[in-house]
């Protein structure tokens, strides 16, 4: 079956920070929200943090009044599942739990138009396992977005086994028409690639720590004043040809050995909360 590329209107599921400030960029851009909860005081709350962040961008004269009334007027907020029989588009951003986001998609693919791409904003759960519950899965990808959504231009698009390619062609197409750049991830692994690379960083910072080496204020300008910058410009491939692959090299043959590859969790980590 092909599926709906005429996207006007957005459902999306959870009414948390991640989803108000979502349903601010779709309307920003023209498209009709409608933002799902099960409970009003999450939709009070949504509401609430919508006029908040619409204030704050016209005081800083990113929005005129009149820009930001018609954002507002785009986003409407409801309780009611028959919300996705109406959806052009299907975004999840519910609590980060398996089994919830699985009888979540069992029940939504159900009311939702069987050419509406679905998609959910897990940070890290199989796509493929929430598969399980979806009807049609072929029109379901992962459309992960990175916190917060409105100041880092970045969506990853992952494809389950069963994700047709003109679902992640949507999805893509959907990002692009809200100037964000995307970036494609195959055969589900856990974390993706945002997350992959975040906690190989993570996993080096704790145990450069661990070993004496240096504290977590100067591991964490290392990063803000040295890494961060040429990262913000450059990705490690771009780094590693700029900086000539024989040094890259040379470099990895004798630090390689010497990097932290534990496979627990940090007890540094774990104490901290």
Same mark, same amino acid.
């Given at each position: 079956m092909s599926l709906r590329t005429d996207i006007k209107t957005i459902t999306l599921a959870g009414s948390g920070v991640m989803g108000a400030s979502l349903a601010q960029i779709?309307?920003?851009?023209?498209?009709?929200?409608?933002?799902?909860?099960?409970?009003?005081?999450?939709?009070d709350k949504a509401k609430e943090l919508v006029t908040?962040?619409?204030?704050? *961008? /016209?005081?800083?004269?990113?929005? %005129?009044?009149? $820009?930001? =009334? &018609?954002?507002?007027?785009?986003?409407?907020?409801?309780?009611?599942k028959t919300c996705f029989k109406e959806a052009d588009?299907?975004?999840?951003?519910?609590?980060?739990?398996m089994e919830i986001k699985r009888k979540f998609f069992q029940e939504v693919s159900e009311l939702a138009e069987e050419d509406v791409v679905l998609a959910t904003n897990t940070s890290g759960l199989s796509i493929?396992?929430?598969?399980?519950?979806?009807?049609?899965?072929?029109?379901?990808?992962?459309?992960?977005?990175?916190?917060?959504?409105?100041?880092v231009? *970045? /969506?990853?698009?992952?494809?389950? %086994?069963?994700? $047709?390619? =003109? &679902?992640?062609?949507?999805?893509?197409?959907?990002?692009?028409?809200?100037?964000?750049?995307?970036?494609?991830?195959?055969?589900?692994?856990?974390?993706?690639?945002?997350?992959?690379?975040?906690?190989a960083v993570v996993r080096e910072a704790i145990h450069i720590v661990e070993s004496g080496y240096a504290t977590p204020e100067d591991v964490d300008k290392v990063m803000k004043y040295a890494l961060g910058l040429r990262y913000?410009?450059?990705?490690?491939?771009?780094?590693?040809?700029f900086g000539g692959l024989d040094t890259f090299y040379r470099i990895s043959s004798y630090l390689f050995a010497d990097l932290c590859d534990k496979k627990e969790a940090p007890e540094l980590l774990r104490k901290a909360f």
């Open positions: 779709f309307a920003k851009y023209g498209y009709s929200v409608l933002l799902f909860d099960l409970e009003q005081a999450q939709i908040i962040n619409q204030k704050t *961008l /016209v005081s800083k004269g990113e929005l %005129s009044p009149e $820009q930001s =009334q &018609a954002v507002l007027a785009r986003i409407g907020y409801t309780l009611e588009f299907v975004l999840e951003t519910i609590v980060e739990n493929n396992g929430i598969a399980e519950g979806v009807k049609a899965p072929g029109r379901f990808a992962g459309m992960h977005w990175v916190n917060p959504p409105h100041l231009p *970045l /969506v990853e698009v992952i494809s389950s %086994s069963q994700s $047709q390619p =003109q &679902a992640l062609d949507i999805i893509r197409n959907l990002a692009e028409s809200l100037k964000y750049e995307h970036v494609t991830v195959h055969k589900d692994p856990p974390g993706f690639l945002l997350n992959r690379l975040q906690f913000a410009c450059l990705g490690p491939f771009e780094t590693m040809d």
